[in-house]
């Protein structure tokens, strides 16, 4: 859809001024995909230490229960929405409380998490592909679009942007001013001190990943109106997550966020004049550099490696 | 019958190669390489388009393995500062170039479809002697394999994967042993990855997607990690488990589902009960 309008923009030869108004508005969309799941990834790694790859599951398999509740079960929206939500809050939750949490009872570290992420991911892909089969769905959405001047977005777009902001907002304001969210940092700060101090680890554990599996249900279902629902997307989501999230500053809010905006809006120049192919090849090559010549990130204080 | 015996035992073959390969970087070393997958095509790629534009097979084995020894290299750069999660993150970006690129540089790669009609070598042409071709190179691949990581340098990278920080201050370089370590893997795949775009003839960029280097990685965990006869049986175990799902007779769709979920089950369930696998040394930490 986003190339589509890209094409016809640039058919009717437009000024590249306008040009590069499009591919920032396509670009506003797809950072706000990656902004939900960088956020929550950045986050999380600094509260638990664990390179959360099935993150992209949780996502997508949000995306997938909506569709089947709203789309396959005609069941009104709202019920859909709250179900992708328990579906994805569900789904983090057991990821972290039968493996996560099992190795760290067992003082393991490091790679075996990294596998245990692995195998839960394509796990996840494995039941979404059994159950719904590997042809794209699409909930066959059509909304109205909107002309600024020439730049052209649909109402579904919009709301995808403000919904987001709304969300970040309010996990930003938790972890930010509420009891448990300074707790939580106080966590990602040094767990031992924080346990010292009395703050259940396990459940601030538990409750992050709740919280940002929410953010990757809104992810997955905001992915899936707007493009398809396709199983590997959940690997692509994943990695753009933690890329945006390492490009940020691992453990910066913010960070996560500017560095997902930019993201997004490279991720549209490069379709603009390499063709959409290209798309995850560029982000790799950044998400590289970064980790090669700025490991701490563009905003990270801490080094990470 | 017999020629799908010796079909199925020249793919194992193939795999056992890539196996050894990757417990090297992943058991020896410690560096989880998600990237293995994209020089394994690399591999198969560099012979297949060489040899259909008439190239002889030897040479395009050796282009092959010079040539994903080269791109192992470039992959191996960052390791020497980048460990850990952020490497597994690195190399999987490595895997999602690759596989843009084979999709997408249609000129060369031919795209989603692949490259097809690749002919065995001459005198090779028959299954039994492509397979008795294979078993030879597996031979000296699994002879270098183990004479390599049961020498010094062996040792050296194994101390680099149980703490990088006392191997640094023991004067080991560090850096240096996890490049070699990713090169020599690199080569070893790519010759593997010569011999399978021979043996089953045709390419493309679906066979070498991230859930068949998850498939790789789940044999040697099963097997046991740095362990040279645990790559072995755990790959041979991968093969006894997957390959009589195909006279299941299921719809392809879900087939592939099945194996994707009976595979990650299986290799979750090694981290969390058994992470010295069956034979394995190194504890999974």
């Given at each position: 859809m986003n190339l589509h309008s890209a094409h016809s923009v640039r058919q009717n030869r437009v000024n590249g001024m306008d040009i590069i108004l499009q591919i920032l508005a396509n670009g506003i969309l797809t950072a706000s995909l990656y902004a939900l799941l960088a956020g929550g990834l950045s986050f999380l790694y600094s509260t638990t230490?664990?390179?959360?790859?099935?993150h992209g599951v949780v996502a997508v398999g949000a995306s997938y229960a909506f569709w089947w509740l709203w789309i396959d079960l005609n069941s009104h929206p709202i019920v859909a929405l709250i179900f992708a939500v328990l579906v994805a809050a569900l789904a983090g939750f057991l990821m972290n409380e039968l493996v996560y949490e099992r190795l760290r009872r067992h003082g393991t570290k490091g790679l075996a998490y990294l596998i245990a992420t692995l195998a839960l991911l394509l796990l996840g892909i494995g039941i979404i592909l059994a159950l719904f089969g590997a042809a794209p769905k699409t909930f066959g959405l059509h909304t109205e679009v909107v002309t600024l001047g020439e730049i052209n977005l649909t109402v579904l777009q919009i709301w995808i942007v403000i919904i987001t902001a709304g969300l970040l907002g309010i996990f930003f304001w938790i972890t930010k001013y509420t009891k448990f969210g300074k707790a939580m940092r106080a966590t990602a700060d040094n767990e031992i001190v924080a346990e010292v101090l009395g703050i259940n680890t396990l459940k601030i554990r538990r409750l992050a990943f709740i919280l940002v599996s929410v953010l990757a249900a809104a992810a997955g279902i905001a992915n899936g109106l707007e493009f398809s629902l396709d199983p590997n997307r959940a690997v692509i989501l994943a990695v753009f997550g933690f890329a945006g999230a390492v490009i940020g500053g691992v453990g910066n809010f913010g960070g996560a966020i500017l560095a997902s905006i930019l993201m997004g809006f490279l991720e549209q120049g490069t379709v603009w004049f390499?063709?959409?192919?290209w798309r995850n090849a560029f982000i790799f090559i950044l998400l590289f550099a970064f980790l090669l010549f700025k490991p701490e990130g563009l905003f990270g204080s801490k080094r990470v490696l | 019958m017999a020629g799908y015996l010796i079909h199925i035992l020249t793919l194992a073959t193939i795999y056992i190669m890539v196996a050894l390969s990757y417990a090297i970087?992943?058991?020896?070393?410690?560096?989880?390489?998600?990237?293995h997958i994209g020089l394994f095509a690399f591999g198969a790629y560099t012979a297949a388009i060489l040899t259909t534009q008439g190239v002889s097979f030897w040479l395009a084995l050796v282009a092959a393995a010079l040539g994903t020894g080269l791109l192992g290299f470039l992959l191996a750069l960052p390791a020497r500062r980048i460990k850990g999660d952020y490497y597994a993150l690195v190399t999987l970006g490595f895997t999602f170039v690759m596989n843009s690129v084979f999709l997408n540089w249609i000129k060369v790669t031919r795209g989603p479809f692949g490259i097809t009609g690749i002919d065995r070598p001459e005198g090779f042409t028959e299954p039994l002697s492509f397979l008795a071709l294979a078993l030879i190179v597996l031979l000296l691949v699994a002879i270098f394999v183990y004479r390599l990581v049961n020498s010094p340098f062996g040792r050296a990278l194994e101390a680099v994967r149980d703490d990088d920080l006392v191997a640094e201050s023991l004067g080991k370089p560090v850096g240096k042993l996890r490049m070699a370590s990713l090169v020599v893997s690199a080569i070893i795949v790519g010759i593997a990855g010569a011999f399978l775009a021979h043996f089953i003839q045709f390419i493309n960029p679906q066979i070498f997607w991230l859930d068949n280097v998850v498939w790789i990685l789940a044999a040697i965990v099963i097997g046991g990690l740095a362990s040279f006869r645990g790559a072995i049986l755990g790959m041979v175990i991968m093969f006894l488990i997957f390959e009589?799902?195909?006279?299941?007779?299921?719809?392809p769709d879900l087939l592939g589902a099945l194996r994707l979920i009976i595979f990650s089950l299986l290799l979750l369930l090694v981290v969390l009960f058994r992470p010295k696998g069956i034979m394995g040394k190194a504890q999974l930490e």
């Open positions: 230490k664990i390179f959360h790859l099935a390499l063709g959409g192919g | 970087p992943v058991g020896y070393t410690g560096l989880l390489n998600l990237g009589p799902l195909r006279f299941l007779h299921l719809p």
